[in-house]
């Protein structure tokens, strides 16, 4: 897609020309004057587009770098808080396996989109010691996992907000 860009952006100012162009002799502007007239309005209306595209794009960096500092607080935080709780060498069963081992150095396994009983057949077979659970506990991306507190295979270790979202994270005793 983005290699059709610069066809697209040429098709647009010359589209853009000629419709002005057009407007001109509409106008009833001497031919010389009208080409003029068309070319510099043209030229504005695309700086004027320029230049709304950048401010939304320079919005966009920011706003995407905002979330990037703050996903950056939250796995310092656990690295450097949570992680020495969990023992030596811990495995953790999290949704965003990839971020979590990018940033952390802990290996992982992703919680499977499945009942209970297959997320605990997964974490046995993969050697899990604790879950991740990240958002409200009351409405869970994993609905198999909705009445963990009630279930015997697994302990809480930590609850809380450490950036703002909730989290929990369970030994896995299964």
């Not at 002799?25 to 003029?36: G, S, T, V």
């Not at 230049?51 to 607080?73: M, T, Y």
Request: a positive charge; hydrophobic letters at 45%; charged letters at 20%.
């Amino acid at each position: 897609m983005y290699s059709l860009y610069p066809a697209l952006l040429l098709l647009a100012a010359l589209a853009l020309v000629e419709g002005l162009a057009l407007l001109a002799r509409l106008l009833r502007l001497p031919p010389p004057h009208a080409a003029r007239v068309a070319g510099c309005a043209a030229i504005l209306i695309s700086a004027l587009l320029a230049a709304g595209h950048f401010q939304r794009g320079a919005a966009a960096v920011e706003k995407k770098a905002g979330a990037i500092a703050h996903l950056n607080r939250f796995y310092d935080l656990f690295r450097e808080k949570l992680l020495p709780q969990l023992g030596p060498d811990p495995v953790i069963m999290a949704r965003d396996v990839h971020e979590l081992h990018a940033l952390t150095g802990v290996r992982c396994v992703q919680i499977p989109y499945e009942d209970e009983p297959a997320i605990r057949e997964t974490a046995r077979r993969f050697g899990v010691t604790h879950v991740l659970l990240m958002g409200d506990p009351d409405r869970p991306a994993r609905p198999g996992l909705r009445n963990i507190d009630s279930l015997p295979w697994y302990e809480l270790v930590y609850a809380g907000k450490p950036t703002g979202e909730y989290l929990r994270v369970y030994r896995f005793k299964g």
